[in-house]
Each structure stands twice: as C-alpha cells, then as structure tokens.
C-alpha cells in the first residue's frame, strides 16, 4: 500500500538505531492496536449476547402467552376471546423468535469469529515474537563480547573456534528471528484495516439477512389485518373504560353523598328519624354473635348473619359458606335484653331446647329491623317481647298480620339470599338462579294438576341419595302378568336390548327428592327445585351422583355408569308427570306414586330432580312418546285378542253344521224323488243358525266401528 511505513528488511542485519527507533514505533502500535481490539472484541461479545437474550425473552414470552389458557382465571370463561387472541399472539411470536435465532448464528459466525481470529492469530503472535527476538538479541550481545574478550596470545587454541563458531549460531539466530519479526509487524499494518472491517461487514450482511427474513415472515396481509383489528379492539376497549371510569366516579360520589348517614353508628340529633322496615322477611348484614368462654368470661365476634330457607344462617370472613344458626321454623321468642358492657343487644331463644342465641346491632334501627325480620321469617311461630317506645306497634302489627298468612314469594326471598352465599361456589348459584322463578303454564298435553289441600310439600326431609319406594321393590313380573314373578336386582341387572324401545341413554346428574301432596303439576317440580338447590346451597353439599338414564316403553331406569348395574327402575304407570324447568333446560325432574302398603289404599307422592349435561326436553320426549306407546299396546292387545276368540267361534260353529250334514239318518223322499223335510225341524235349526251368524256378524261389526286405539283398556 502507497505510503505505508515499513520495516526494512535489508537493515536487519545491521540492526541501526534508527532501526531500532522505528522499531519502537512498530511496537507501540501494535501494543495500542492490541488494546482497541480487545475492547472491540467485548462490544461485539455484548451485541451477540444481547441478541441471544432477545431470542431467549421472545421465546419466554411466547410460553408465557400459551399458558395463559391453562390459569383457570375464576372471573374468566371458557370461551374467552383474550385467550384466542394471546394465543395467535404467541404463533406471531415464535417466527419472530426463529428470525431472531437466525440473526444470532450469523452475528456469532461474521463478527465474533473473525475478530477473535485476529487478536489470536496476530496480535498474540507478535508478542510472542517480540520476546524471542529479545531473547536473541540479548544472546547475540554476549556472544559477541565474549569474541571480542578473546586474547591474541591463544588464537592458535582451539577454545577460539569454539567461540567463534558460538557466535555463528548466534548471529545467525538473531538475524532470522529479526526478519521473522520485521515481516509479521509489516503485515500488521495490511491486517489492520481488513481485519477491522470484517466483522462490521458481517454485522451489516447479518442484520440486512435479519430484516429480509422478517419482512416475509412478518409483513404480510394477513399479519396486517390482524393487528389492525387488535389496534381497534383496544382503542374500543380503552373507549369503554373511560365512560364506564366516568361513570363509577359519578356513581362513587352518589354513593358518597347518600351514604353520609351511614357512617354514623347512631343517627345525630339533627338527623331526620327513620322508622325501620317492620315487613321484611329477608335480611343480611353483620351482628356481633357473642360465644361463652367460661362461666364468667364471653366472646364477641362479628360475623355475617342472614336468613334463608327458614333458617338463621351464620358465617365468618374465613369461612366459604354459612352455618345454621337456629331453626327460625321452630316456636321462639325475640326480645331486647340489657347488659352493662352493650348496648343494642337482643337475643332469640327456642322454646323447645331452650337454645338462645345473643346479637348485638350498631343501633337501635338494626336491632329492631332484625327483630322485625326474624318474626316474619318465623311465620308465626315467633314470639316479640318489649319493644322500643317507637317501632313496637309496627312489629306487634306485623306479627299479628302474619298469624294465618302464607310466606312471601320465594323467588324473592331466594334473590335476597344470592348475595350471601360465597362465590366459592359458583355451579350451584348458577342453579339456585335458575330455580329462583317458577309458575309457568302446565304443557300442551299435560293432564291437569290434581286437586289437593295445603302447600305442596309435606314435611318431609329431602333426600340427596335415590330411595326406591317400598312398592317398586317389590317382586314383579316385567310384562305383568300371572305367574312366578321375576325379582330385579338392582346390584346386578343389565340392559336387555329386548325390553327397550330406545337405546339412548341420558348422562343425568341426581340432585335430590321430596316427598309432596300432588302428583303433577309444573308449579309442583319448580318449587321443589328451589327447595333442593336451597337447601344443596344451606347444607354446602355440592356432591351429585351421576347415572345413566333410559326410557322404554315400560319402565324409566337408572344405570350405574361405572359398570352397568341398574341402580333405580320406576315403571312408567307410576310416573305421574314430568317437566323441564322453565329457565334452566337442563334441570327437569317428575313426579312418582306409589302406595304406602299392600292395605292402604292412600298414595304418596316423590319428586326427583335431576340435572342433565345436554337438555331435558329430549328426556320429556322420550317420556311422552314411551307413555303413548304404553296406553296404546294393551288396546291393541284387548282388539288382537277379540278378534281370534271370534275366529275360534266361527270356526266351532262351521264343525257343528258339519256335523249335522253327516248324520246317517236320512229325510224321506217324495214320489218324485226329491227330499221331504220336516218343517218344524228345518225351522229350529235355521233359527238356530240364523241367530249364531247374526251374533258373529254383530260382533264383527262392533270391531269396525269401534277402532283398537279408542276402546277402553
């Protein structure tokens, strides 16, 4: 290269001062070329491992995307669209990573690689170089002066030769090491501008590659409308939270504004005075529940009181339902008691266990609202003691107009109660909704409800197991006739395929059964949902059975779906009605009776409930369609049967005029040789016969007129 300094190679051997200067200044570049190196060598290692890095968080962050589906967030569905999303997100995410990974190999290979070849091949070599070249040099110094030290009276010894022929060696070493030296400082300087250019080249080349990769990775049409539709659901999004921000400060402030009074324990005196609600029968809020420790020491604690299914129910901030407190349907008395440490205190006490229960309210509003509500929840069976001087008259009032009445609607009282129970347990407020309403018309084709006295539960316990009635284990034939009856085992029995007109069987889920007066009715299988889910939601079981259910044409059968058994069989005359309720299509239940025993004439009547995983109006279908079939084979039966009785009876009647025919006596005959009958026995038999066809024809008649599937059973 044009004006370049050079060392050179024919002073060597000279080895002059200005030699040595310039060699100096050869060494001192390539000691400052070595440093700058190094420090070029790091940036490049940062860059490298920086990239790996971005690789490494782009794929960490493509897993953390996927996972979010599996997080199960409580207030998140199944079917959620953010979850999609963040998934195509992460598919987005993971050939921008495969970009990225490419990107880093070739910075690896372009930029690490050629630098580092040069400070190892280069300039480590010249280090290593410049020591030998010293260490010659330094050799060559003292051969030389030991030559020059030799005397003149011992030239002619042989010790001469030997120094002269040491510093042979030695100069001859010193000069090839200078030369080896000179050459590898020279090509430095050529080394220096290739070698600095080289990684820069390959970083360049490695992010052009990057970027042409990515643009058909990337930018595509498809790519585009995505984002764009993503960029305009959260600008909706963002749209949506300002107004719903704006209205929550506006509703914040309402709060606030109607809420002043509410944060005072007791009502100030320059507060206008409000009566309490003497007509409530729901109630929920917090009371001081106090606990006896010892005989002469007691607790209070502050838990979540509410009323439900005719029950004070109880329960704590840890805990994930409520208790039963007390049984408000048993007699008991409500009264205001006074203790020297509280004030606003009542307390409830049972009158058949003598069981008191001791509350304290923030004022005397709460205590007499409470005392209000726990008396109209008792319908009737409570008892008020001393009031206040102001609302007394209103309870007393209240308690009087409830003597004779019936409840409230239990709608109300069940979404009154929704708040209360924990979100722990969401599938079974998600049924107690559904069963919150009821009273919907009886269904096209539907008998009928049967008229009955009084409520329509008795009281009966409700059942969260399958009970069989006494009447439908009994022993019995499946075809109902006489005979040796045939017993079915319910821990043993198997499907036939002969005994059922449907092979379809139903995943049912069994919530419970009650007892009740009627035996059809929708309003009936409503109102006994709500009585289950109700005391399910009390009683915190949320456990349910599952069987497979079946429809023949003589028979509704439960089977264990874990190996076949069959664990109930209710035979379809003693399914009196069934419905799906009216908002939740996968509740439905039916109504069975059966008799109490073999001498009583008096029924009783069971309503199971049922939940189904698909719907419970295919199940209804099956039932309707099955009890058709069921009313219309014995009818068929009844005419079958008729018409071969008078097949059979036509049949004897055409052997006995045979018969007749083959009598060996015979008529006389007339001078012309015909037959002379006699006229009085010709006219009984003809009589005879007339009358026995007559009778056939009739009946036959009878049979065209009347059709199989309009007589009588």
Same mark, same amino acid.
């Given at each position: 290269m044009p004006g370049m300094e050079r060392l050179h190679l024919e002073d060597a051997?000279?080895?002059?001062?200005?030699?040595?200067?310039?060699?100096?200044?050869?060494?001192?570049?390539?000691?400052?070329?070595?440093?700058?190196?190094?420090?070029?060598?790091?940036?490049?290692s940062r860059v490298v491992t920086a990239q790996k890095?971005?690789?490494?968080?782009?794929?960490?962050?493509?897993?953390?995307?996927?996972?979010?589906?599996?997080?199960?967030?409580?207030?998140?569905?199944?079917?959620?669209?953010?979850?999609?999303?963040?998934s195509q997100f992460s598919v987005f995410l993971d050939e921008l990573s495969s970009v990225q990974q490419v990107l880093l190999t070739q910075l690896s290979d372009n930029t690490i690689f050629p630098i580092s070849r040069f400070l190892k091949n280069d300039l480590d070599e010249i280090l290593s170089l410049k020591e030998v070249f010293q260490s010659a040099s330094d050799e060559h110094e003292q051969s030389l002066a030991t030559y020059m030290k030799f005397p003149k009276k011992k030239e002619q010894d042989k010790s001469r030769q030997e120094v002269v022929d040491e510093l042979y060696i030695a100069r001859k070493k010193s000069h090839q090491t200078c030369l080896h030296y000179y050459t590898a400082l020279n090509s430095l300087q050529y080394k220096r501008k290739s070698s600095l250019l080289e990684p820069l080249v390959g970083l360049m080349n490695a992010q052009k590659t990057f970027f042409e990769i990515g643009r058909e990775s990337v930018i595509r049409k498809e790519v585009d409308e995505f984002v764009g539709n993503i960029n305009a659901s959260v600008l909706g999004v963002q749209s949506e939270l300002k107004e719903a921000s704006q209205k929550m400060r506006q509703q914040i402030e309402t709060i606030e504004q109607n809420s002043i009074?509410?944060?005072?324990?007791?009502?100030?005196? /320059?507060?206008?005075? #409000?009566?309490?609600?003497?007509? $409530? *029968?729901? @109630?929920?809020?917090?009371?001081?529940?106090?606990?006896?420790?010892?005989?002469?020491?007691?607790?209070?604690?502050?838990?979540?009181?509410?009323?439900?299914?005719?029950?004070?129910?109880?329960?704590?901030k840890d805990e994930v339902a409520g208790s039963p407190v007390l049984d408000l349907n048993e007699?008991?008395?409500?009264?205001?008691?006074?203790?020297? /440490?509280?004030?606003? #205190?009542?307390?409830?006490?049972? $009158? *058949?266990? @003598?069981?008191t229960v001791i509350l304290q309210a923030e004022n005397a509003f709460e205590r007499d609202e409470w005392i209000a509500t726990i008396a109209n929840a008792s319908k009737g069976n409570s008892s008020v003691g001393e009031m206040s001087a102001v609302d007394g008259q209103g309870v007393r009032s209240t308690q009087e107009r409830l003597h004779g009445s019936t409840s409230?609607?239990?709608?109300?009282?069940?979404?009154?109660?929704?708040?209360?129970?924990?979100?722990?347990?969401?599938?079974?407020?998600?049924?107690?909704?559904?069963?919150?309403?009821?009273?919907?018309?009886?269904?096209?084709?539907?008998?009928?409800?049967?008229?009955?006295?009084?409520?329509?539960?008795?009281?009966?316990?409700?059942?969260?197991?399958?009970?069989?009635?006494?009447?439908d284990v009994k022993l019995s034939r499946p075809d109902g006739g006489d005979g040796v009856p045939q017993r079915i085992n319910p821990f043993n029995s198997r499907l036939n395929a002969a005994d059922d007109d449907s092979h379809v069987k139903h995943a049912v889920r069994f919530l419970g059964s009650q007892q009740v007066n009627i035996d059809r009715g929708d309003a009936v299988i409503m109102e006994t949902v709500r009585q289950i889910m109700a005391a399910r939601a009390i009683y915190n079981v949320f456990k349910m059975t599952e069987f497979q259910l079946t429809v023949s044409s003589n028979s509704l059968r439960l089977f264990d779906p874990a190996n076949g058994n069959i664990t109930a069989e209710f035979t379809l005359p003693n399914v009196s009605y069934w419905a799906v309720h009216n908002e939740n299509k996968r509740l439905f239940g039916f109504i069975t009776h059966s008799q109490d025993n073999a001498a009583s004439d008096k029924s009783t009547f069971t309503c199971y409930i049922f939940e189904c995983t698909k719907s419970g109006e295919e199940i209804c279908h099956a039932l309707t369609t099955a009890a058709k079939t069921a009313f219309h084979l014995p009818m068929q039966k009844q005419s079958e049967k008729v018409q071969v009785q008078a097949a059979e009876e036509k049949e004897l009647l055409l052997a006995n005029?045979?018969?007749?025919?083959?009598?060996?006596?015979?008529?006389?005959?007339?001078?012309?040789?015909?037959?002379?009958?006699?006229?009085?026995?010709?006219?009984?038999?003809?009589?005879?016969?007339?009358?026995?066809?007559?009778?056939?024809?009739?009946?036959?008649r009878h049979e065209e007129e009347c059709p199989s599937h309009e007589k009588p059973a």
């Open positions: 051997f000279e080895d002059g001062p200005q030699t040595r200067n310039l060699l100096t200044l050869f060494e001192a570049d390539a000691l400052m070329l070595r440093s700058y190196v190094l420090s070029l060598y790091r940036c490049f890095e971005v690789c490494a968080a782009t794929q960490s962050l493509s897993s953390h995307l996927k996972a979010y589906d599996q997080q199960r967030f409580p207030l998140e569905s199944d079917e959620s669209i953010l979850s999609s999303t963040l009074h509410r944060y005072y324990a007791e009502p100030l005196p /320059d507060m206008p005075h #409000v009566s309490p609600n003497c007509n $409530l *029968s729901q @109630k929920a809020g917090y009371l001081f529940l106090r606990t006896k420790l010892t005989l002469l020491s007691s607790r209070w604690d502050r838990c979540y009181f509410f009323i439900q299914g005719g029950n004070l129910m109880c329960q704590t007699p008991n008395k409500t009264e205001i008691i006074e203790i020297e /440490d509280r004030r606003f #205190v009542f307390q409830i006490v049972q $009158l *058949s266990n @003598k069981k409230e609607n239990s709608s109300s009282s069940i979404s009154a109660v929704l708040a209360s129970v924990p979100a722990a347990v969401p599938k079974v407020l998600d049924m107690l909704r559904d069963a919150s309403s009821f009273g919907r018309s009886n269904q096209p084709g539907m008998p009928p409800s049967t008229p009955s006295e009084g409520t329509f539960f008795p009281d009966a316990p409700i059942q969260f197991d399958i009970i069989m009635p006494r009447e005029i045979r018969q007749l025919q083959d009598k060996t006596d015979l008529p006389p005959l007339s001078t012309h040789g015909n037959v002379v009958l006699d006229e009085s026995r010709e006219s009984e038999e003809a009589a005879s016969v007339l009358t026995t066809v007559g009778e056939i024809s009739t009946e036959d």
